[in-house]
């Protein structure tokens, strides 16, 4: 039986009944394991017995998990292991899920293609020269290639659903405060979230009301009530309304996914949107921004890292020189050259010029989005400007932070969105479009979502077959 296939539900109604067990769910997904990971390499740890129910989890390397390793797949904590779980993976856990490894991932989730991890690179199953995206590029990828049911990955600005844009599949990003983030190692505190990573919509609402809820542990979750899986899905039809950018944001996108994006809206009005183009010029400063916020709140997150309290030292005769010694071998470029932004913009005379401006256009950004949302239900737009790029091709900096241009706007106005893929275009990749709501409606997006879905009807090619 192929349970790549199968929804959650399904599997353990089957189980339910007597008629599989959890060895065989298992089993299953190992041999997935063994055929898809030396190829793919989505996994840093594996977790080879069978706890629970069967029904295999990936978990971003940078979410712990008591008693295994937390690299963030980074040389400074290449040996950490954690002393205790984050609380998503708690929950999943109280449930009987099985966890089937750590995935890997940009260094620090500092990246969008996978590509900058200590451990290498992740490739993308569709085509292995490719990225699978990222900086969740282990989770979609272990996702895409059946080796795992659904995963948890971490969202900061789009770090969920770019990749599952990239590999084909559903890449689910919460309201802010919704899913905990006690055991999530800190970026961008007032940006990152957990996300979810499936083949389907209903596997991720049915994961989301599992791990949704407030968190004495964290003080920035809601206290609203989570909604029950069986009251996400209920009804058929229905109209809505939806907006969409102009060529302004839209130009930002290859001319094919430009093209593509046009069935699409009108795929939502097939099925009783009515849509409206939305002038979005706003977002035009949204990378810039992002890119000042990130940096600012990793380049302190980060000063934990110094050899002091754990992580890997470099012994020296000097306070000082471990601290620099450490640091400098610890860190690869890309993380050095957040920390060193972030030092810049937060300094005393560039205060007021980057920072200040950037959460200024941050609160204008909220306040733009709570208009929108007054006027329509969902917005609609890419998820990524194009299909997966091959690895070792994006060598500029800010050319790889332009890979986020469609994503990083919802981060930082802490709204819920996910992205569904679409179709397979003339390269044979798979791309996705993006549904965005307004906070708290995660019942209303995962609803249009699931009808998209059925409509669109993606298959996802590489699970048809058991191994």
Known sequence: MNFSLLEIEEILKLQEEGRVKPQEVWDFFQRRIQHWEPRVNAFITLVKDL???????????????KGLPTTCASKILRNYIAPYSATAWDRLEARGFSLAGKTNLDEFAMGSS???????????????????????????????AGMVKFALGSDTGGSVRQP????????????????????????????????IISNNVQDAAYVFSIIAGEDPRDSTTSSRPVPKFQD???????????????????????????????????LAEKIGGRGKEIPMTLLEYAIEAYYIVTNAEASSNLARYDGVRYGTRQEAETLLEMYLRTRTSGFDDEVKRRILTGGF????????????????????????????????DFLLLPTT????????????PIEMYME??????????????????????????????????????????????????????FKNKLILKEV
Not at 232 to 251: C, I, K, R
Not at 348 to 354: A, H, I, K, P
Request: charged share 25%.
């Open 404 to 457: 986020d241009f469609f994503t990083v706007f919802v981060n930082l106005a802490g709204l819920p969105a996910i992205s569904i893929p679409w179709k397979l275009l003339g390269k044979g990749l798979p791309i996705g479009f993006q549904i965005v709501s307004r906070w708290y409606n995660e019942i209303g997006m995962f609803h249009i979502a699931e009808r998209l879905e059925r409509a669109i009807d």
């Open 385 to 396: 400007p194009h299909v997966a790029f091959k690895i070792g091709e994006r060598q500029d």
């Open 51 to 65: 706890k629970g129910n069967g029904v295999a989890v990936g978990v971003k390397d940078n979410i712990t998990v």
């Open 345 to 376: 913009v937060l300094s005393r005379g560039f205060y007021d010029d980057y920072y200040g401006k950037a959460v200024a256009y941050r609160k204008r950004l909220a306040s733009f989005m709570e208009e929108l949302f007054s006027e329509v």
């Open 114 to 144: 996978t590509e900058k991890s200590c451990f290498g690179p992740t490739r993308n199953p569709w085509d292995l020269e490719r990225t699978p995206g990222g900086s969740s590029g282990g989770s979609a990828a272990a996702v895409a």
């Open 232 to 266: 996400m899905f209920g009804g058929e039809g229905g109209s809505f309304t939806f907006a969409y950018p102009g060529e302004e944001v839209l130009g930002r996108a290859e001319e094919e996914v430009r093209r593509e994006f046009v069935e699409f809206i009108k």
């Open 164 to 195: 599952a844009s990239f590999c084909g599949v559903v890449g689910f990003k919460p309201t802010y405060g919704r899913i905990s983030r006690f055991g999530l190692v800190a970026f961008a505190s007032s940006l990152d979230q957990i996300g």
